[in-house]
C-alpha cells in the first residue's frame, strides 16, 4: 500500500513539475521582467535535478521586401513576388522550439530531445523533431535519430537566428532545400575534458534524400554524408580564431524511365544528349558533393572580423527545368512521370563580418555564385543543344547593416544584386531586374 501511495506521489510531483515549468514559461514569454517565488523555484530544481531540464526558446522575423520589377523570380530571397506585385510584407520565420536533456548520475548529458515548429501566414509546420543518445564509457559517440539538420558544410547549420545575411546562398537553398532530413546521424567526438583530439568531429549519417522539400521517402536510394570538422582553435600570437572542415554527399535518385538526359562532348561542343535505354530503369542518378570550409575570426571583441567561405562541387540529378533536389518523384502538370537530367556543377560563398566599434553594429559583404552547369556558360547554353534556364549560372552581391537595439531584438537592412549570365535562352539573354532589398527585424527568447 506505501509503495503504491508512494508511486502515486512521485508521479503527481513530475506532472506538477512539468505544469508548473510549462507555466512559468508562458508566463515569462508575455513579461519582462519575471519574478518566480522559492516555491517554483523549488519545483524547477526538482525536475531538473531529478528528470532533467526542460527549456523554451523562439525566434520572430517580420520583414519588409521591396523588389527592382514585378514578378521577380526571388525564390532564394524568401520567395518570389506577385505578378503585379514589387513588394511585400512578410513572416519570414516564427519559431518555437523546446529542448530536454536528461543527465546520468554523474552529471553528464545522456539524453537529448528537440523539437521546433516554424509558423508563418502560410501555415506552420516542424523543422525539427529528434532524439539524441550519448555514450557515456567512454565518451566518444552520440547518435542523432529523426528529423535534424544535415552535417554538411557549415551555413546549412548556422542557424537563421544567427545569420547576419537573411538568406542562405543560392547554392546552399538549391542542393541542401529546407536544410533538415529524416534519418541517423553518429558523431565521433572525444569528450572529457584533457581529451588531445576534443576538437575534432566526425559526422557519419544516413538520410532519404528529399529532406522537408516532400511528403516522404519515394525511391530506394538515400543520401550518405560524412564531414570532418575541427572546432574553433585561437591562435593567440596572431590574434585569430579558426574553424574548418571537409564534407561528402554520395546519394541519387531512382530512374522510372527508360530515358535519362547527361552532358556529352558531341562534335566539340558540350550538348544535354538523351539516353534511351531500357537497363536504365532503376539505375541511381548521382548525386555526388564535395565541399570544404573555413571561418576565421579575430579575438578582438570592438572593431572584430569574421570571414567565412565555403566552395562545393560535384554532380546534381534534377529536372530539365530546375536544378533543385526534388522533394517527390518529378511528373509532369498531367500527372506522367519525368527522366532526370544529371549536370556537373560548382559553387561558393564568401561572407566577411566587420563589427563597427560597438558590437551593436555591423557591416555585412557577402559574394555567392551557384552555377548548375559547368561544362557550358554564356551564348553556349541554347535550346538547341537541349539546355534550359536550369543551366544558367547566377552571381548574387550582398551588403547590408545589422543593428542590434538589446540583447532580443534586432534589423538588418539588406540588399542583393543579383546576376545571371547572358545565354540563347528565352527570357535569360540579358541580366534579369531581379534585385532585392530586404528589411527583417528578430525578436527572439
Known amino acids: 500500500m506505501n509503495h503504491c501511495l508512494s508511486s502515486i506521489k512521485n508521479k503527481y510531483i513530475v506532472v506538477l513539475s512539468i505544469l508548473l515549468i510549462i507555466s512559468s514559461e508562458a508566463f515569462a514569454q508575455r513579461t519582462i521582467n519575471d519574478v518566480m517565488d522559492s516555491t517554483t523555484v523549488n519545483h524547477l530544481l526538482i525536475i531538473s535535478k531529478k528528470y532533467g531540464s526542460l527549456s523554451f526558446s523562439g525566434y520572430l522575423q517580420p520583414q519588409f521586401q521591396v523588389a527592382q520589377s514585378n514578378g521577380t523570380l526571388a525564390e532564394y530571397q524568401g520567395g518570389n513576388f506577385g505578378e503585379y506585385t514589387n513588394n511585400r510584407f512578410r513572416l519570414r520565420r516564427g519559431r518555437l522550439r523546446a529542448d530536454y536533456m536528461m543527465l546520468d548520475e554523474k552529471g553528464n548529458p545522456s539524453t537529448y530531445f528537440v523539437l521546433q515548429f516554424d509558423g508563418t501566414e502560410q501555415g506552420v509546420a516542424i523543422r525539427d523533431f529528434w532524439g539524441r543518445y ?39 537553398q538549391i ?78 535518385l531512382n530512374h522510372r524511365l527508360p530515358l535519362s538526359y547527361k552532358m556529352e562532348n558531341t562534335g566539340g561542343s558540350w550538348a544535354m544528349v538523351k539516353d534511351s535505354s531500357s537497363t536504365t530503369i532503376n539505375k541511381v542518378a548521382p548525386r555526388r558533393y564535395y565541399g570544404a570550409d573555413i571561418q576565421l575570426a579575430t579575438l578582438t571583441k570592438s572593431w572584430k572580423s569574421e570571414f567565412r567561405a565555403e566552395v562545393i562541387s560535384g554532380l546534381q540529378s534534377a529536372t530539365a527545368t ?45 559574394y555567392d555564385w551557384y552555377d548548375p552547369n559547368a561544362k557550358v556558360n554564356g551564348m553556349d547554353i541554347s535550346v538547341n543543344k537541349g539546355l534550359t534556364a536550369a543551366d544558367v549560372r547566377f552571381d548574387t552581391f550582398g551588403f547590408g547593416f545589422l543593428h542590434h537595439f538589446n540583447p532580443h531584438f534586432k534589423a538588418v537592412l539588406y540588399y542583393d544584386i543579383i546576376k545571371n549570365e547572358s545565354t540563347q535562352i528565352p527570357g535569360y539573354t540579358d541580366d534579369r531586374k531581379d534585385n532585392v532589398l530586404t528589411l527583417r527585424t528578430q525578436f527572439h527568447f
Open 175 to 252: 542542393l541542401m532545400k529546407t536544410e533538415r532530413d529524416l534519418g541517423a546521424t553518429f558523431t565521433l567526438n572525444p569528450r572529457w575534458q584533457d581529451a588531445a583530439l576534443k576538437n575534432i568531429v566526425l559526422d557519419l549519417g544516413i538520410y532519404n534524400g528529399q529532406g522537408l522539400a516532400g511528403p516522404g521517402e519515394f525511391d530506394n536510394s538515400k543520401d550518405f554524408i560524412a564531414r570532418l570538422s575541427h572546432k574553433a582553435y585561437e591562435l593567440k600570437k596572431m590574434g585569430l580564431s579558426i574553424a574548418g572542415g571537409i564534407s561528402t554527399l554520395q546519394g541519387g
Open 322 to 366: 530546375t536544378s533543385t533536389t526534388p522533394g517527390s518523384y518529378p511528373v509532369d502538370s498531367k500527372s506522367v512521370a519525368l527522366p532526370y537530367y544529371t549536370r556537373n556543377f560548382n559553387g561558393a560563398y564568401f561572407t566577411l563580418v566587420q563589427t563597427l566599434n560597438s558590437t551593436d553594429n555591423q557591416l555585412i559583404l557577402k
Open 134 to 172: 550519448y555514450e557515456n564509457k567512454w565518451k566518444i559517440l552520440y547518435v542523432t535519430l529523426g528529423l535534424s539538420g544535415r552535417p554538411f558544410g557549415n551555413e546549412l547549420q548556422l542557424s537563421s537566428s544567427v545569420r547576419e545575411a537573411p538568406e542562405r546562398g543560392r547554392m546552399s
